[in-house]
């Protein structure tokens, strides 16, 4: 049982940055690989980064490599997505996903991911 609680989301220039931060509760949450999503107005929800149980493997969605990062530390059950030279585009509602510990490799959507935090809200201004 893993419930992942997003934070760190604000309103940001463009050009700045912003960590999001997912934390979860649970002894599974090591076992889990995580995901971040997001959902802009009027589109789609779309996978952002995701990170493997150890964090020794990442992906990313084309539109932001370069310039997010995502980690994870267990110790603390957090996973932390780094967002720099962020663009007005960036603006979405992000989500944390955690995918139950049931997939041998990083998912890219979202019906691989089992557990979903609420969002929060990242907007960039122009």
């Known amino acids: 049982q893993v419930q992942p609680v997003e934070s760190g989301g604000g309103l940001v220039q463009a050009g700045g940055s912003l960590r999001l931060s997912c934390t979860a509760s649970g002894r599974a949450f090591t076992w889990d690989n995580m995901g971040w999503f997001r959902r802009a107005p009027g589109k789609e929800r779309e996978f952002v980064a995701g990170?493997?149980?150890?964090?020794?493997?990442?992906t990313y969605a084309d539109s932001v490599k370069g310039r997010f990062t995502i980690s994870r530390d267990n110790a603390k059950n957090t996973v932390y997505l780094q967002m720099n030279s962020l663009k007005p585009e960036d603006t979405a509602v992000y989500v944390c996903?955690?995918?139950?510990?049931?997939?041998?490799?990083?998912?890219?959507?979202?019906?691989?991911?089992?557990?979903w935090g609420q969002g929060t809200q990242v907007t960039v201004s122009s």
């Open positions: 996903a955690a995918d139950g510990g049931l997939r041998e490799r990083v998912g890219t959507h979202s019906y691989e991911y089992l557990y």
């Open positions: 990170i493997s149980a150890s964090g020794d493997s990442t």
